[in-house]
Structure formats: C-alpha cells, structure tokens
C-alpha cells in the first residue's frame, strides 16, 4: 500500500494550460506598439527647430534627427519581419517595443548633438523590429474573414491616427514643457505596452526562414553613407573628396548588399521578385514618390516655424489638415480603383500632389495660413493617399501566401528608402539656395527650391507610372489589394513620411 502511495505522489501532476487571451486584447496590445513607431515620426518635425536651438545642431544635423531613424528602419525592416518568423513574434515585440523605449529615454535626456542622433538610430532599429510584429500578431490572433478584416482597420486606422496626432501632440508638448519630452513621452507608454505584452501576449512563429544579418547591415551602411555623401555638398560641392569618397562608398556597399542578396539562400530582398514587371515598377515609382513625398512636412515644419514665425503648436494644428487629407485619400482610392484602374488612379493622384507641391513653391515670407500652408498641404497628401493605395496594391497582387509579407515589406521599404536620401538631397538644395543665411526670405527661398526640385521629381514619377505600371493587377486578386486592407490600406500613411509595416 505505502509503495502504491509513493508511486501516486510521484506521478507529475499536469498543470492546467493558460487560456490564450481574448484577440481584443492581443489587438489592442499590437495597435499600441505601432501607434507609438508611427506617432514617433511625425511628433518630432514640430520639435526641430528646437531641438535645433538646445543642442546647437547643424543644418545637416537637423536633418539627420529625421533620416538616422527612418536609415534605421528601413534598412532593418525586413530583418525584423524575419526574425519575428525565426524568433517568434512576441519576443520580437517585446524586444523591440524594448529597445525604441530605452532609446527613447536616451534621447529625451541627451545633452550633445551626436548622443540624440545615436539614440533616433536606436529608435529606428527598435522601430523595425516591432512593427512587423504588430500586424502579424493581429492576424495570427484574429480568424480569417470579417473579423480579421475589422482587425486589420483598426490596426491601420490606428496608424494613420498616431501620424494625424503627432502634429498636435508634439506641439502640446514642446509648448507646455520642452521638445524632450517628444521622446520622453513614449517611456511611460512604452512601459505600460511592454508590462502587458509580456504577460498576455501569445507567441507565434513563421516559417523559420534564414536570418540575413549581413544583408540588413549592407543596406543600411550603404544608405547612411549614401545620405552622409549627399548632405556633404552642401558645404563641400559635389566635386570634394570629400563628398565623392562617402558617395562610391555608398555606392559600393550597396553593390555588394546585392550581390549578398544574389548568393545567400534565405536573401532579405530575394532579387528574382524584380522579374515580375509590377513588383519591379511599383517599387521603383514608390522610391521616386516617397523620394519627394517624405520631405514635405521636414520642410513645411520649418516654413512655419522659422519663417512664418508659428509656436510648435500653432505649426502642429497647422499641419492637421494635411495629416487628415492623406487619410481621406487612401479610403478613397479602393473606391475609385474598379472605375478608374490601379495605373491610373497611381498617376492621377501623383499629379494631385503635384499641383500642392508646385503650389508651395510660390510661398513667400508673409504668407497667409490658408494659401500658403493648408491648401497646398491638402493637395500634396489628398494625392499622396491616392497615389500609394494603387500602388502597394500593384506590387502585391497576386502574391502567393508566403510571399505577401515579404512584398508588403519591400514596398515599405523602397519608400522609407526613398524618403531618407530625398531628404538629404532636398535638404541640400534648400541649403544651397539660402546662401548660408537664416533671414526669413533667404529661408523661405530655400524651402521654395526644394519644392521645385519635389515637383518635378513627382513629374518624373507620374511619367514612369504612365509608362512601365501594369495596367492590370496580377490574375487573383482584387485590385484593391489583399481582401483584408493589408498593404494597399498601408501605403498611404507612409508614403506620407510615416513608414508602417
């Protein structure tokens, strides 16, 4: 009897498994996460011109608060998207949401120029390990069907609403307390996510794809050294070593980024996807589009601020309408898509950002809110919604299931891309054109360059559209993109300088 007893005690008792949490939850949680990737970027433009002033920041190194986070992202974007496949995708959000809250902290308490930059680099790279977790989480937890298609809404509705607030937040909080506290206000936030995440968060894994570390390190070195060339011919010229040298380094790094590509067997930009024409042409006309695209609010902060005299957050309610014109552009794109044709909506909407950018270059150093910020504004981001919709839809239609992601990463990242060395390239122009002077006309001629040059780079844009977009979508899929909402109802807020995944 007392061996039977024993024997009973020693058999382990199962313990009881926790119940998944319920997808609200789980959704709410991933929405958190990208709200704040997404609120990050536009809640800093209202506060440059302060940062600028505290930390005794360059003209170039102004710009590189904006492009060291947006190099970062980009770059390590689609590593993080594997990762999550490889590493499970709670662990990388809980890494990341991890890394853009220490990072944010970092920033918020630096006290030189180079110690904020190192901290937006570490914010961007914490920023693309999260958000690609954010909506794999969403879709992973939510059935597939009407559900999941409400899940999804939310989470990009979300998005477009942390871009739409970063305006007016930043101003609320570089007026009423200092511009650290733009990136300060994530740490409580980020605290409160990362608690509950790491509690009820479910784990999930992909496909357990290789991890192209050194293809994610290429690209990203190549494109800051890139960027770093760039804004050296503002006060070296372009014939400087001293600008050539970063350049061909860049342009080398870049080379051999796709001769990694071409070798390794799990590549982080498999290049064989650029066969098929409209993966290849929507991702070449978003790197044109977010080229001039991601510089208008850089620029329009400034005009406001510098020239027309705005607090940060007179310039961030300023700059609400043109946030909420972007929104209303990329709801009605799949609406207008059956009538009018993916091809053509890309083209139309690219020549409506046009009028708004042409627009802008006619500002002057008195002008008025409505002609010279709000309307041109609406008109640049009503055509940039319009334009981005078709155009993530033509680069993922009729992606097979294990491809969508991958496609849905690439055309994030050809317009993160595009946006960071048009904003060296702009900000150079403007530069050149100021003459080294900061009077508000010297200033507003500048602006007004860089406007010019962002018009006929959209020029551009809208002829390769005309000429090398499919006219249909690929056999399969609806036109409006992938039945859920995913990449065509992403397009549109990062085109618009918010980059989402």
């Not at 978003?286 to 601020?305: D, I, P």
Request: net charge neutral; aromatic share 6%.
């Amino acid at each position: 009897m007392t061996g039977m007893l024993r024997a009973a005690d020693a058999t382990p008792i199962s313990r009881p498994r926790r119940p998944a949490p319920p997808a609200w939850l789980v959704v709410a949680l991933a929405c958190a996460g990208q709200f704040l990737v997404v609120l990050d970027i536009s809640v800093v433009n209202v506060a440059l011109p302060s940062m600028r002033a505290d930390l005794a920041l360059s003209g170039a190194g102004l710009q590189w608060v904006v492009n060291a986070y947006t190099i970062a992202f980009a770059g390590f974007m689609l590593l993080g998207g594997r990762a999550g496949d490889l590493y499970g995708r709670k662990r990388m959000f809980l890494t990341g949401l991890a890394l853009f809250t220490l990072a944010s902290l970092g920033g918020g308490l630096a006290q030189e120029g180079w110690q904020l930059l190192v901290a937006r680099a570490a914010q961007g790279l914490g920023a693309a390990v999260l958000a690609p977790s954010t909506l794999t989480l969403v879709t992973s937890s939510v059935p597939e069907g009407a559900a999941r298609a409400r899940a999804i809404a939310t989470w990009t509705a979300v998005g477009a609403g942390g871009g739409a607030a970063g305006g007016l937040v930043g101003g609320l909080l570089v007026d009423g307390l200092s511009w650290r506290w733009v990136l300060l206000i994530n740490v409580p936030v980020g605290a409160l996510v990362l608690l509950a995440a790491l509690v009820r968060l479910p784990e999930s894994r992909g496909d357990g794809r290789h991890l192209d570390l050194p293809g994610a390190l290429l690209v990203t070195a190549g494109l800051a050294t890139l960027a770093y060339g760039i804004s050296q011919t503002e006060s070296e010229g372009w014939t400087a070593s001293a600008t050539l040298l970063p350049l061909a380094a860049g342009v080398l790094l870049v080379a051999a980024f796709l001769l990694v590509e071409s070798r390794t067997a799990g590549p982080l930009m498999p290049l064989t996807l650029f066969r098929v024409r409209s993966v290849s042409s929507a991702n070449a006309a978003n790197f044109v589009s977010g080229s001039a695209m991601f510089c208008m609010w850089y620029f329009m902060t400034l005009y406001a601020q510098n020239v027309l005299g705005y607090s940060p957050l007179e310039a961030g309610l300023a700059l609400v309408p043109s946030s909420l014109a972007v929104v209303v552009g990329s709801r009605l794109a799949p609406r207008l898509i059956p009538g009018l044709g993916a091809r053509n909506l890309a083209v139309l909407g690219t020549l409506v950002a046009v009028a708004g950018f042409a627009w802008q270059t006619t500002m002057t150093a008195d002008g008025a809110y409505v002609t010279a910020i709000m309307i041109p504004g609406v008109l640049m981001m009503l055509g940039a919604g319009l334009a981005a919709t078709p155009i993530a839809a033509l680069a993922t239609s009729g992606a097979a299931p294990e491809e969508a992601g991958l496609l849905s990463g690439l055309i994030n990242t050809s317009r993160t891309m595009g946006g960071s060395l048009g904003l060296a390239a702009m900000s150079t122009v403007a530069a050149g054109h100021a003459h080294g002077a900061a009077t508000p006309e010297a200033l507003t001629d500048g602006y007004a360059a860089a406007f010019r040059v962002s018009t006929a780079v959209l020029l551009g844009g809208a002829v390769l559209m005309a000429v090398w977009l499919p006219g249909k979508t690929r056999p399969g899929k609806s036109p409006a993109g992938q039945g859920e909402g995913s990449a065509a109802e992403q397009g549109a807020e990062g085109l618009a300088g918010r980059p989402v995944e």
